[in-house]
């Protein structure tokens, strides 16, 4: 898909300029959501993304109710419509286990759910423009290059989005990540249907020293495969060696492990040390990132990129209000991923996953009531509004 951004007009000299309003980097769900909200918001806008879409990435593909919810908020809910739902999480532990019944959302490959939020977008009327990678110099011009031609786009508002690996913002010297040093790395793929044992509608999750993996199936029948382990760990097994192992008896088929393609990520756990400069907002896993377990990362970025996309519109006619977004920004998610964290670590220990384990297989009710606000609606929802209103 590639989409033209009638906003740009290109020279004859090879460069193009743009006074787009907002512009967006990154189309993953914290761009998405931010392009349609300040579009919604009566900005003109545009999105540029690096990859060609569909695009598969690593990603757990669980779209926890919070972010199932900011979808439905977004009058976006049809993106879901084939979306299986998710009603219980099978945790495992060596040969530990036990089952818990909860709302875990629903499960979208990520191929399918970016490229229909994308299309969401130009719906609307942002203009997206693919296979294009972008910088935000210190001035807040953002700077694009496609199939060989320069771009130079001077926006009122830049919301970055480019997830964690994202390098839009090198050219800014105060703005650097820390990253945590007991940072995991992650791992994923998408495996054949069939390849790995798992009941309608389930999550499973198996946690082992030095990592965990968790296994969902997709809209379409495959099985999607998602881990964080620690270096270390990873580069001694290498990713089929490992995911085999701890996968375990739920392998249905190993030749498709061993053909999978496995794909790794940068360190995990990391925080941005700055998340807004004048006419810039930093939103989704580009402001920072905690492990995966919990499931929460694309309701994170629905949610915060959301929130930037209606301030990026407001700092079209109130350019210094980019001062609140770090408040905003730590409003909306700190509790939850402070939970998170607290979670991933727990589950460090073999110790406490045993403990955990045997909890919810003689009270399976408590078990599903602590795992219950994994993931729910809250402070996001109230705050989505707030700023709409
Ligand atoms: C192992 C693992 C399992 C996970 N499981 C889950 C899960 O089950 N549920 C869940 O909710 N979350 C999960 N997550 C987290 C989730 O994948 C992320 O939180 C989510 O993708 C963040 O969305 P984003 O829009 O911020 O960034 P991304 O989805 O990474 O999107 C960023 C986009 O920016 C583009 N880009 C990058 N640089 C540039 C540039 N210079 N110019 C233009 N475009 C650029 C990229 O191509 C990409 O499309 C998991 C993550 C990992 C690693």
Known sequence: ??????????????????????????????????????????????????????????????????????????????????????????????????????????????????TRLVRAAMDRGVHVVHGTSAIVGIDGVVRARRDGIDMTLCPAACVVADGLAGRSLDAHPGVTWRVSPTSRIGLGAILP?????????????????????????????????????????????GPAGLMARWLGDAVRDRDTIDAARWTGTPWLTRQRSTLAMPGILVAGDAAGYVEPFTGEGMSWALASGHAAGLMAARMVHEPSCWVQWPTQWADLLKSDRLRCSLVARLLRSPRTVH????????????????????????????????VSS
């Not at 993953?28 to 060609?52: D, N, S």
């Not at 390849?195 to 082992?208: D, F, K, N, T, Y």
């Not at 955990?356 to 297989?361: P, S």
Request: neutral net charge; hydrophobic residues 45%.
């Open 193 to 237: 249907a069939g390849s790995i044992a798992l009941h309608p509608g389930e999550v499973l999750m198996r946690v082992e020293t030095g990592g965990y993996v968790g296994a969902v199936e997709l809209e379409d029948g495959r099985i999607d495969v998602a881990a964080a382990a620690d270096h270390d760990v990873l580069r001694h097994e």
């Open 1 to 114: 898909m590639m989409e033209r951004a009638t906003s740009i007009d290109d020279r004859p000299d090879g460069r193009s300029e743009c006074t787009g309003e907002v512009v967006v980097i990154g189309a993953g769900p914290a761009g998405c959501l931010a392009a349609i909200a300040a579009v919604k918001a009566g900005a003109r806008v545009t999105l540029l993304e690096r990859a060609g879409f569909p695009r598969e990435k690593v990603c757990g593909c669980c779209i926890a109710p919070r972010g199932v919810a900011v979808l439905a908020d977004m009058g976006l809910k049809h993106i879901l419509a084939d979306a299986p739902r998710l009603g219980s999480v099978r945790l495992e532990s060596g040969r530990a286990s036990a089952r818990i019944d909860r709302d875990s959302g629903v499960a979208l490959s990520r191929g399918a759910f970016d």
């Open 355 to 386: 403990a955990g384990l045997a909890i919810a297989r003689r009270w399976p009710g408590m078990a599903a009531r602590l795992a219950r606000p994994i993931g729910q609606m809250h402070r996001a929802a109230t705050l989505c509004q707030e």
